[in-house]
Each structure stands twice: as structure tokens, then as C-alpha cells.
């Protein structure tokens, strides 16, 4: 049997720093990569446009696949406890080819929305602090853009323990002021006070299928955007306290506490505002929660303004980290040039992977925002490709990584192989009605064609290429990963680097 290199790991000196945060750091980190307050106010509108009420159930709905994949996350953690995540698990049970095009699409995710997630940091905080103008600066904007993307990324070099401590700010502030936003909200709405059409909560608001046919499922498609990120606990495994199950347990916890968080908020904006409303301003995408805060909360609206401000601060920090660990993840395992995989000496973090990810992603979001803001929201549209991919191809993995052990209990049967896979064919459903949607130009954001299909599909479609087109050419230049990983590794040979299996 060929030589696994997981076994042997970098030496001590060039190992990132182990135990540097704890069980909760992780689940904060993982929290705040979804981006909460962004990713509610950016769907709400559309959701509720196409499913009217029945917003909060697509909410539930969308969560079972996120779940069953969290699953399959905690798992194989417990046996690879690799910061390339699905790259390392997806090489070791399915091969290096499906592997490194795992690790592609993770580190693209990246790419295609720090850009973005500063921007709207950018903006919502002067909206927040009363600076409008420079809000509708382009210049100012994206000058701001980049140096906070700059920012954020030297504070992800310097250390993980200092990023936890900044995630662990702003999630309290950003929780605090969503919270303070629902409870008005509701509050008026029961009241009898509020400013527009509102509808008192009902708990029927919660069945996924209230809407039924091309609604529900074009619905879904947004759901799952909004629970993306929550891995980024992972990919710090080799960072955490209790490397084996903690990161795996933090992934699992976060996507039900996000499920709560985005209930609340759910019922508290379709209650206020009533479903009229929100469709009308549905191409408003996250600016609906600054038009709603001032509508709810007049003069206190800075409180939503600023929980969308540092949400997307946050999420700009925290998606940077699944990108660089799988940079570096790769280098080491010869999938990726070396250079890729140095970790800085002084503050044990993969400094150089971590400033390519920031680096081509401000020239992503530069030459993006040049062809016009349209495109850039595209390119954000095309992340639901990538997502719906790398999760479902790491459920897949996790079934065949324990193959030989599904029929040993109920549990395995059901956690790590049935559930998984479930997982991975709802994704690849919403995958393949998703480049159905986006085959249509006038489904995107510009409207336009490009070589006759919608912008986004391109965009993906393009990514995925320019992927398969690398890892051929790295193939042939050096080809020591795939000859390290000719077949698939026998999951009762090989226990783990790490930890073993249970």
C-alpha cells in the first residue's frame, strides 16, 4: 500500500499552533462566518417573494440538508483532524482527483465573497454613523473595501486566539442588536403600532411545503446560502481544544443555533412588514433591513445598520480561514506548490496561502465591481454551485470513508451513512435546479447573456474549469500527490492522523 502522507504531518516547527482556542472560540467562529444578520436581510426579501408567509419553514427546510452534512463534518473530523477538511477526507475516501477539486471549490468560496462581505461592512457602517455620501461614494467605497479586507487578513496571520477574541465581540454585538430589532418589531406588531401591513405570527408559518412547486425549491436555493460558512470551526481543528470531536461538535451546534436565530428574525420581519411589502423590495436584497429599521425603530435603526455592519465584518474575517487552511492543507500534501503551505514561524498561522486568498480576492472584487455591481452580485450568486457541490461531495465521503462500518449499529447507519447521503442528494438537487435557474440570463442580476446563458452560470462554470484546467497542468508538473493517493485509502487500514475511529 502507497505511503499516506496525513500520517506524518509537517514537523513540530511548521505545525500551526495546537489548542490555541476552545470549544466555544470555534462555535463563535462558526457562527460568524455565516454572516447572520447579512444573510437573513439578503434573502428575506426574495424568499418571501416567492413563498409569501411560508418564509420561516423554508428556513427549517433548508436546514435538514445543512444538518445532515454537519453530521458528516463532525465524523470524519473525528477520524482526520486535517484543516483541509474536505479536501483531506474526500482524498482519503474517494481519491486525489475528487479531492483536490473539493479543496478548489472550498478556497473559491473564498475568493468569490470576501470582497463582497467587506463591501457591505464598508457601507452599512456609514449608513450607520450618518456618513450617506461616502456610502455612495464608489471611489471612498471600495478604497474603504480594501483596506478593511487588508486589515482583516493581517488579524487572521497574526493569530487565531486574537481572531477568536474579535469574533467573540462581534458576535455579541451582532446577536444583540438582531435581537433588539426582533423584539421591537414583534412588539409593535402585537401592539398594534407598526408602520406598515402587519400580520400577527402564526405557527403555520413553519410548513416548508406552504407554497409547494418551482417557489419552494427556487426558495431553497436562497436557504442554503444563508447557512453556508459554518465549517470554518472545522478547518480550524487542528487549532482547537480537543481536536477530534470539539470542531465537529462546534459545526453541528452552530447550524441549530443559526436555525433559531434566523426563525426569530423571520417571523419578526414578515410579521412587521407583511409579505406586500417585502416582494415589493425583494431586488433590494440587504438593504431591506435598512429600510425596515427605520420604519420599525426611527431613530435607534443604527442598531440593524450596525448588526449587518459588523455580521459581514465578521463573516469578512472568518471566511478568509477555510480558504488559506485548505491552501495549506493542499501545499502539504504536494497538491499545490510548496510555497502555499509555509506557516509563519512567530505566529504559526499559514501566512502566505492566507494573503493569496485576500489578494485575489480584492482583484476579484476590483474587476468585478469595474464591469458593474451587477456582476458582482452575480459572481455571489454563483457561490450556491460551488457550496452545494463540496458539501454534497464531503457527505458522499463520509459514507464511503465508513463503508465497512454502516451495519455495526443503528447510529452508524444513520449519522454517518444514510443521513450524510440524504444530505448530499438534496444538494445535488438544489445543484442541478440551480444551473437550470441560472441557464436563464433573465434570472441574474445584470439581465444579460453571456455566450447565451446567465452570468452566474458562467461564472461557475468558468471556476470549474479553470480548476480541472490547474490540476491537470499541476499533475503533470508534480505528480507526487497523485502518486501518494492512487486509490482510494481502506478506511480499516488507515485510522487517522490524528485520532481514531469510533
Not at 14 to 42: C, E, H, M, Q, R
Not at 196 to 214: R, T
Not at 302 to 320: E, G, H, K, N
Request: with cysteine.
Amino acid at each position: 500500500m502507497a505511503k499516506d502522507i496525513t500520517d506524518a504531518g509537517p514537523p513540530p516547527s511548521a505545525s500551526l499552533k495546537p489548542n490555541a482556542i476552545g470549544f466555544l472560540d470555534a462555535l463563535v467562529i462558526g457562527l460568524n462566518a455565516t454572516s447572520p444578520a447579512y444573510s437573513v436581510a439578503a434573502v428575506i426579501g426574495p424568499i418571501v417573494a416567492l413563498v409569501g408567509i411560508y418564509a420561516p419553514g423554508v428556513m427549517i427546510a433548508s436546514f435538514v440538508p445543512m444538518l445532515l452534512i454537519a453530521s458528516a463534518f463532525y465524523y470524519l473530523n473525528k477520524v482526520d483532524q486535517d484543516c483541509g477538511t474536505t479536501f483531506s477526507w474526500v482524498t482519503r475516501a474517494m481519491g486525489p482527483w475528487a479531492g483536490w477539486l473539493g479543496g478548489w471549490a472550498i478556497t473559491m468560496t473564498g475568493v468569490l465573497v470576501v470582497g463582497s462581505l467587506a463591501d457591505v461592512a464598508v457601507t452599512f457602517f456609514l449608513l450607520a454613523v450618518g456618513l450617506d455620501s461616502w456610502a455612495d461614494n464608489d471611489v471612498v467605497r471600495q478604497v474603504l473595501t480594501v483596506l478593511l479586507i487588508v486589515v482583516m487578513t493581517a488579524l487572521c496571520v497574526i493569530g487565531t486566539e486574537v481572531s477568536a477574541r474579535i469574533q467573540n465581540v462581534l458576535i455579541l454585538a451582532q446577536v444583540a442588536c438582531l435581537l433588539v430589532f426582533a423584539v421591537v418589531a414583534l412588539y409593535r406588531v402585537y401592539a398594534d403600532t407598526g408602520t406598515l401591513d402587519s400580520v400577527q405570527p402564526k405557527f403555520s408559518w413553519l410548513d416548508p411545503f406552504g407554497a409547494g412547486g418551482a417557489s419552494l425549491t427556487a426558495s431553497l436555493l436562497l436557504g442554503v446560502f444563508i447557512y453556508w460558512g459554518w465549517e470554518s470551526a472545522v478547518n480550524l481543528t487542528e487549532e482547537v481544544e480537543d481536536s477530534a470531536t470539539a470542531p465537529g461538535k462546534a459545526a453541528v451546534w452552530s447550524t441549530v443555533l443559526l436555525l433559531v436565530t434566523y426563525l426569530a428574525v423571520a417571523f419578526a420581519v414578515v410579521g412587521y412588514a407583511g409579505t406586500a411589502y417585502l416582494a415589493e423590495n425583494a431586488a433590494e436584497e440587504e438593504f431591506i433591513f435598512a429600510l425596515l429599521a427605520e420604519e420599525a425603530m426611527g431613530g435607534w435603526d443604527w442598531v440593524v445598520l450596525l448588526a449587518v455592519s459588523t455580521s459581514a465584518l465578521a463573516s469578512t474575517q472568518t471566511t478568509i480561514i477555510p480558504a488559506s487552511r485548505t491552501g495549506l492543507s493542499m501545499a502539504r500534501r504536494h497538491a499545490l506548490p510548496a510555497h502555499f503551505g509555509r506557516i509563519n514561524p512567530r505566529f504559526r498561522t499559514p501566512d502566505v496561502s492566507t494573503w493569496w486568498v485576500a489578494g485575489i480576492a480584492i482583484v476579484w472584487y476590483l474587476v468585478l465591481y469595474q464591469l458593474s455591481e451587477n456582476a458582482l452580485f452575480d459572481s455571489l450568486t454563483a457561490l450556491s454551485l460551488l457550496i452545494a457541490f463540496y458539501y454534497a461531495l464531503t457527505g458522499v465521503a463520509c459514507a464511503v470513508y465508513y463503508r465497512r462500518q454502516l451495519t455495526r449499529s443503528a447510529r452508524n447507519f444513520f449519522l454517518i451513512g444514510l443521513g450524510p447521503l440524504i444530505g448530499a442528494g438534496l444538494l445535488a438537487w438544489l445543484l442541478v435546479e440551480s444551473v437550470a435557474d441560472m441557464s436563464d440570463p433573465a434570472n441574474s442580476y445584470s439581465g444579460v447573456s453571456w455566450l447565451g446563458l446567465g452570468p452566474p452560470l458562467v461564472i461557475g462554470i468558468g471556476i470549474l474549469v479553470t480548476g480541472v484546467v490547474l490540476m491537470v497542468v499541476w499533475r503533470l508538473m508534480a505528480p507526487v500527490f497523485w502518486s501518494e493517493h492512487p486509490s482510494v485509502v481502506d478506511p480499516d487500514l488507515v485510522p487517522g492522523r490524528h485520532g481514531k475511529e469510533s
